[in-house]
């Protein structure tokens, strides 16, 4: 598994440690509880789910993450753009008009919504920057693109049979994906009253933004000469 794949999956064990604790909150049988209890049958797998393929072993030296967490990482930050957008315009009102997601839930649909999003938001970075969201915003989000469309955004037959062998794993990752996002519309609702809670859910739930960004080595240390 690759690093973006390992974030997602220690979100997913988070999120079920958290369940345990709270999910007797929630009307059993509702969609929170099935949320939780599906993500709980991923957390199992951790330990021997193989590193999920890629388009092509060009994309898989390049260590290219795998299709469901990429597409997992782009929904969030165009969620975080959309959330802070909204946010912006209660006092600039229809400053969010261009920084909405999109209704399909298709790929193609994202990847245009994500195009739109870097287009339309780079001359606004200032505006975005003073409602604290990060300078490298539109940055990773063009990162995150290109990153989605060397999955192959358009799987063709080749791929499926590529992949064949890790395509039920891919399948419940995806599903899981789904169930996160779901969660996360559903838990802050329960606990906007309960801040200690929600904080919790916030950091369980979190899925750690990609750095983008070299390290740098420090130069080593001038000996100091011996008297």
Known sequence: MNDLDNRL????QRVNEFGIAHGADFTPGGPAAKAFAFIATLVPK???????QVAGKGEEKAG????????????????SITA???????????FDKNFLLPASGSDKALLASANAFVAEG?????????????????????????????TGAG????????????????????????????????????????????AEWHTASHVERPSHHKKTTPPAPTPTPTP
């Open 46 to 52: 951790a330990d021997t789910d193989a590193a999920v």
């Open 9 to 12: 999956q220690s979100a997913f």
């Open 155 to 198: 799987q063709d037959g080749g791929l499926t049979k590529q992949v064949g062998a890790t395509a039920a794993m891919k399948d419940n990752r995806h599903k899981g994906v789904l169930m996160l996002e779901t969660l996360k519309g559903i838990v802050p609702n329960k606990y906007k009253n309960n801040p200690a809670i929600l």
């Open 122 to 150: 780079t001359p606004l970075l200032a505006t975005f920057v003073a409602s604290e969201m990060p300078a490298d915003t539109f940055t990773v989000t063009q990162a995150l693109i290109d990153q989605f469309k060397a």
């Open 84 to 94: 802070t957008a909204h946010s912006i315009a209660l006092t600039q009102p229809g």
């Open 64 to 79: 290219t993450a795998s299709r469901a967490a990429v597409r997992l990482a782009l929904h969030n930050e165009l969620a």
